[in-house]
């Protein structure tokens, strides 16, 4: 066996769900480190529907190993049995060097052998990407996926979080891992530095992501209330998504009376983007949303709240971070905006823009990653 800082590696990346920002990063990752001349394979899961079906046909011809989808349900049950049985005979014929699972579910599977011994030369990476670290204390099954990361943990070579402040809540709800750690950010293409030009009847904020509670979209509603009685007008706004909880917020809409605020299907960021003059997060919880990167590396001026790891994406403009769950606040931070001199907003949007082209570029994500693959595979190699 050769020494893993001399050659080209044999990399296998699973997950579940071939959507959300999840999917985008091992897509970036994968498609990339392909480029670099290292042998990858994907494996996910069968669902994600014809968008996904297609973004997983185009990635397959990079890849050695191509893409493999195997069922993979949600919720733990006696199925991960079967689904770690597939993915262990797909390991078998593969024989890579590093394996990296990404979410719970991608972290089970990559991790289960090792952390009960039966471990091969391959080191286990992991990604958290939100998953457990979302089931905070007081949540249902909170003690149970707990123990399960630890248990877990010891068959992990190295954790690479995707912001600081995930590594942090790992520290504090699990515990601080005794393998190597790397904060790895996730990263904008180049060609997502071009900036977004508004259509000319931009509303003045867009909001684009998933219509669930953690979005802070009820919060959003109340907020905008609030500003048309201080201001005697509505404020415009776009919402580009949907979701399971897309009825409460039409319904917490029109409880207020807001006429001024639409509702769009999901459409490709840039798209989106560009029917909003101000980007708006109003999220309860984050990690580091990929959306958010994308309006920053567009240009965009962006109003946020101070969640996950927001504050790192927005270094620059971090003193103007909001609390979550204010409506009172985020009414205020938003009249804020609207009243800000055009060269105020011109210096800030361009000193987010620069943050992020420095420091979260797809580049320097994959950088860091691949680093952090023959760290361990050293430290391995040298026991």
Do not use: W
Not at 188 to 198: I, Q, T
Not at 351 to 368: A, C, I, N, Q, W
């Amino acid at each position: 066996m050769s020494s893993p800082a001399d050659r080209s590696l044999r990399i296998v990346q699973v997950f579940r769900a071939p959507i959300g920002g999840l999917f985008r990063h091992v897509q970036d990752l994968s498609a990339e480190l392909a480029a670099r001349g290292h042998e990858v394979g994907v494996v996910c899961d069968v669902g994600g529907g014809p968008r996904a079906d297609d973004l997983l046909a185009a990635l397959a011809p990079k890849l050695a190993f191509g893409v493999t989808r195997i069922p993979m349900a949600r919720a733990p049950g006696p199925s991960d049995v079967l689904a770690l049985l597939r993915f262990q005979s797909y390991l078998a014929k593969v024989k890579p060097d590093v394996v990296h699972g990404h979410g719970a579910k991608g972290g089970l599977l990559a991790r289960a052998r090792p952390a009960l011994g039966l471990g091969g030369k391959a080191i286990r990476a992991y990604t958290p990407h939100g998953g457990s670290l979302n089931f905070g204390p007081g949540k249902p099954g909170h003690a149970l996926i707990m123990a399960t990361e630890r248990f877990l943990a010891r068959g992990t070579d190295v954790f690479t979080f995707e912001s600081q402040f995930a590594s942090n809540r790992f520290d504090e709800l699990i515990g601080k891992p005794s393998c190597l750690v790397s904060v790895v950010r996730n990263g904008a293409h180049p060609e997502e530095f071009e900036c977004v030009v508004p259509v000319p009847d931009a509303a003045d904020f867009i909001f684009l992501g998933e219509f669930r509670e953690a979005k802070g979209l009820i919060v959003l509603a109340d907020a905008l209330a609030l500003l048309r009685e201080r201001n005697g007008r509505e404020t415009s706004v776009v919402l580009v998504g949907g979701g399971p909880e897309e009825h409460l917020v039409r319904a917490r809409l029109d409880q207020h009376g807001l006429k001024q605020v639409t509702l769009k299907q999901a459409m490709r960021a840039r798209e989106a983007l560009a029917l909003g003059r101000t980007f708006l997060l109003p999220s309860l919880f984050e990690s580091l949303p990929y959306v958010l990167i994308e309006a920053a590396a567009a240009g965009m001026d962006i109003l946020a709240t101070d969640v996950g790891g927001v504050s790192e994406a927005l270094l620059p403009a971090r003193d103007r971070l909001i609390p979550p769950g204010d409506p009172a606040a985020l009414a205020s931070a938003m009249a804020a905006v609207l009243s800000d001199p055009p060269d105020v907003v011109e210096r800030r949007r361009l000193g987010v823009r620069e943050h992020v082209r420095t420091h979260l570029s797809v580049d320097t994500m994959v950088s860091g990653i691949e680093a952090a693959y023959r760290a361990a595979l050293a430290r391995k190699f040298a026991a």
